[in-house]
């Protein structure tokens, strides 16, 4: 018997394209909690808002965060909210803001 197919959001995967603009950076864990390391790497650093933070916990295991004006999110939120964020709207593919801007007037 066939299995059928998941779904896919077009919410999310129109955030992950948004998200794919965004600058992304590298980091391992270490001995903190990934959360923790990815505010004090963004503390450390410096890092701007908007921005893509991958932790790689272990050998398999990576977690993403987006860090915004607002604080340090997960970035499968993101993706699917991506309208709540005011500096992805810069970010955003120009065909997509026409669309937007379109539709709104």
């Known amino acids: 018997m066939a299995r059928k197919r998941k779904r896919k959001s077009r919410r999310r ?23 923790t390391a990815a505010r004090r790497y963004i503390s450390a ?24 004006e607002k604080g340090l999110f997960g970035a499968q939120y993101v993706e699917e909210n991506h309208f709540l964020f005011p500096s992805l709207r810069i970010v955003q593919p120009e065909e997509e803001q026409v669309l937007t801007t379109t539709t709104v007037s």
């Not at 129109?14 to 992304?24: D, F, Y």
């Open 45 to 68: 650093k410096g890092i701007a808002p908007p921005a893509l933070v991958v932790v790689k916990r272990n050998e398999h295991t990576t977690d993403r965060y987006f860090w915004a």
């Open 13 to 35: 995967q129109e955030g992950r394209k948004i998200l794919a603009l965004v600058p992304q950076y590298n980091i391992e864990s270490g001995e903190h909690k990934p959360v």
